[in-house]
């Protein structure tokens, strides 16, 4: 695995005239593992990582921790491992388990300038099937990349119109389909099965952003009903159940129904002949997306800085972030508000010296109540900045002003770390890895996950890669 952006593929995949829905089923069916050049498969191979190490940090989470446990009173005896338990569960609903762990501590990857996580979905889904079906690793990738890419697809036609304009919020609504392309693909359903499996994923999008206003857990629970319903959709789709065949493109369909303003060329321009996975990121802190680069330019200045002589910390952002990450002040009252103030995050930073599990654990353990951070955080300032709104969203940019009370300012601007403007480095996503998925399972279940990980291109088992953690898991009898 190395960290290189993808190309284009060798050869073109047959593609369908019948529409979107049609042509982005026909994608998903009929793409094989020799179809993806080798930068796909890296990075791939290096999302599929890190979705697994956010699955299990999240985990642990307590909020995260009451949906593996409804999963697990709901499920049938099945084969698939469910993150945080020995127990497992059929595909549906390990699915429904993971992928809401994925999602629920956010740290999980997203895509630019497709606003998207693709991660959280795509990686749960494909590993549970995987499992289901005892498939090998090129298998799982290929589906796996079907999946990123469909995501990705539907971000670059729907956002930001789909948050910004009708409040929708992007995983709910594009992870369904990245869902139902990996089931799909795994189970070797045909494109026209595959295309009445996206119609009834069509009508299991969904999910609103309020939790950016008055907190809530459900955010998380978004990634895991799209996972669900994905699979789902696939297998009603395989037993012949129906769903319209332009669910996506026609004049009710979900382009329409959920973006004001959308883009349906995007679905489809270049699709199986160029990939659209530049885009995809990872993240370095447990905060949304939009918070990322605002904590970079801090962490790159806070060694000049004492936080009492701190005056004010004015945040630069884009409209859009700003809106997204802007609505909750000095005050979160759960871990969902902490995540998602802009004000709050940049405090946290200077007074506890980070953003990990280990700062959100600490501000958890107080009842999100930390004095010190709340103090600070009423001095931070969200502000229009102009370089940032020109780079939105290919780019996820802030300018960070600190004004100090003896008249200085020390000013940053910074990309998101992680992003493709400022990548991490292949031993960098290793040590995240390593970090959050070791606090859980232990280094030595952590380091075998990995190494079957690293296994998948060369055609190495789908089992063999959550096995280490079930092992574990049993060892502890949990």
């Not at 089931?183 to 309020?210: H, I, M, N």
């Not at 279940?445 to 296994?455: F, P, T, Y």
Request: net charge neutral; charged share 20%.
């Amino acid at each position: 695995m190395t960290n290189s952006a993808p190309g284009p593929t060798p050869a073109p995949l047959t593609r369908s005239s019948r529409g979107a829905t049609a042509e982005l089923a026909g994608f998903a069916s009929r793409l094989a593992f020799a179809d993806l050049p080798p930068e796909v498969v890296d990075r791939i191979t290096w999302h599929v990582l890190d979705a697994i190490g956010a699955g299990l940090a999240g985990s642990a989470k307590p909020w995260n921790a009451v949906v593996r446990r409804y999963a697990l009173r709901e499920t049938a005896p099945g084969p698939c491992t469910a993150y945080g338990t020995a127990a497992t569960a059929r595909p549906e609903w390990a699915a429904l388990a993971n992928a809401t762990a994925g999602h629920g501590f956010e740290i999980d990857d997203y895509a630019l300038p497709a606003l998207a996580h693709p991660g959280c979905v795509v990686v749960p889904t494909a590993l549970a099937v995987g499992e289901e079906l005892g498939a090998g690793g090129r298998e799982v990738l290929a589906a796996a990349a079907a999946g990123f890419e469909t995501v990705v697809r539907f971000g670059l036609a729907t956002t930001p119109s789909l948050t910004s304009d009708r409040g929708f919020h992007v995983t709910g609504v594009h992870g369904v389909f990245g869902a139902a392309a990996v089931a799909c693909r795994l189970r070797g359903l045909d494109p026209d099965t595959t295309a009445s499996a996206y119609g009834l994923a069509a009508s299991q999008a969904g999910g609103v952003t309020e939790y950016t206003r008055s907190g809530g857990e459900v955010k998380r629970l978004h990634a895991g009903l799209a996972a669900m319903g994905g699979i789902r959709a696939a297998t009603l789709a395989g037993d012949g159940f129906t769903g319209p065949r332009t669910a996506v493109e026609g004049p009710r369909g979900l382009l329409r129904a959920f973006a004001a303003r959308n883009r349906p060329a995007a679905l489809t321009d270049g699709l199986g002949e160029r990939w659209e996975l530049h885009g995809l990121a990872l993240k370095r802190y447990c905060v949304c997306a939009g918070v990322q680069a605002p904590l970079q330019a801090l962490t790159e200045v806070a060694g000049s800085v004492d936080v009492g002589e701190i005056e004010e910390i004015v945040v630069g952002l884009d409209d859009a972030t700003r809106a997204h990450v802007g609505a909750v002040g000095a005050h979160p009252r759960d871990m969902t508000e902490a995540q998602f103030s802009a004000r709050h995050a940049v405090a946290m930073n200077l007074v506890l010296g980070g953003n990990g599990p280990e700062h959100y654990a600490r501000l958890e353990a107080a009842g999100f109540d930390l004095p010190a951070v709340s103090a600070l955080a009423r001095r931070v300032r969200l502000d229009h900045d102009a370089e940032a709104e020109a780079a939105f969203p290919a780019r996820l940019l802030a300018r960070v002003r600190v004004r100090l009370r003896d008249g200085r300012e020390l000013i940053r601007v910074a990309q998101a770390p992680g992003s493709p403007g400022a990548p991490m480095t292949g031993a960098e996503i290793e040590a995240k890895f390593l970090g959050l998925a070791g606090e859980v399972v232990g280094d030595r279940a952590a380091r075998a996950v990995r190494d079957a990980v690293r296994a998948l291109p060369d055609d190495g088992p789908v089992a063999a890669v959550l096995a280490p953690v079930r092992d574990e898991l049993t060892r502890r009898n949990v």
